[in-house]
């Protein structure tokens, strides 16, 4: 039988009240504690901020360029990132079970680049997602587009699906060609996914009024890389959103389309999470690339 513990020298430290520590991250203090353990394994605690590797683009584009062989070109990037965005299909059939990154799930699909692409439905069982372990779900929502409310409905049946299990939600604002990039639009679209329950938000960056998009919205915008920029304009781009105020990037194209992809992402890293400018960050890829560019390759 254990012994009793009747030791009077306890410390109960009667003087130092209980601290309640509030969630860092902005708008989720009402969360319960599996959604906002999950929130920090995507956004780290120090900066409140995330650099998300995104991978996902096959499931409606196909082999696109730097993806073809997710384990040759992705795996050797994914030590550098904060969180993954990805399908179940290659989170099972590539990704080793024992990477430490959150991941997030791409849970909305169907139609392909050669159909219209707001037709989208809900892709993912949230159950699989739990069996996955995913810190959240993503799924696309085309405000103005010709499936709007079917794609703003797979949303909030996601969100409170996410809600029974503690799984938070990722609204990707999706822009069609048609569609004007500007503040007036991301910050309805943006709005219209927090106002329904997405506890972060994805969107693009403006040329002006971005800082606008971010304080209208009552929880974390990722801003989205987008097409393939040169590596110092896109180390201005994720200057130019985080001193706006979004709470990190989630980049695909513009990290596994450069030449130097583990230098392009580590040179993200520190402008999101250390605060250095686009200069220095460039100047830090430029010194890895070579670096990287004189060790031999291996796979």
Known sequence: MPEADVNDAKQFHEDVPQRSQVFFLKGSAAYDWGMQNRLARIFRPESGRTVMLAIDHGYFQGPTTGLER???????????????????????????????????????????ILKELSNEQIALDVDDAVRLGAAAMAVQVFVGGEFETQSI??????????????????????VGMELVRDARYLGLATRIC?????????TY??????????AGCPVPIVMAGGKKLPEVDALIMARRAIDAGASGVDMGRNIFQSPAPVAMLQAVRRVVHDGVSPTEAYDLYRALASEFSHQPATV
Request: proline letters at 7%; aromatic letters at 4%; one cysteine or more.
């Open 70 to 112: 997710i384990d040759l070109n992705i795996l050797p990037l994914v030590p550098y990132a904060d969180a993954l965005m990805l399908t179940r299909g290659v989170l099972r059939s590539v990704v080793p079970p024992t990477i430490q990154q959150g991941f997030v799930l791409r849970a909305s699909g169907g139609p392909s």
């Open 153 to 174: 409905h797979n949303m909030t049946r996601l969100v409170d699906e996410g809600y029974r299990r503690g799984i938070p939600v990722l609204g990707v604002t999706a």
């Open 194 to 202: 927090a106002e329904l329950g997405a506890q972060v938000v994805k």
């Open 205 to 214: 960056l403006c040329d002006e009024g971005f800082e606008r998009v971010v």
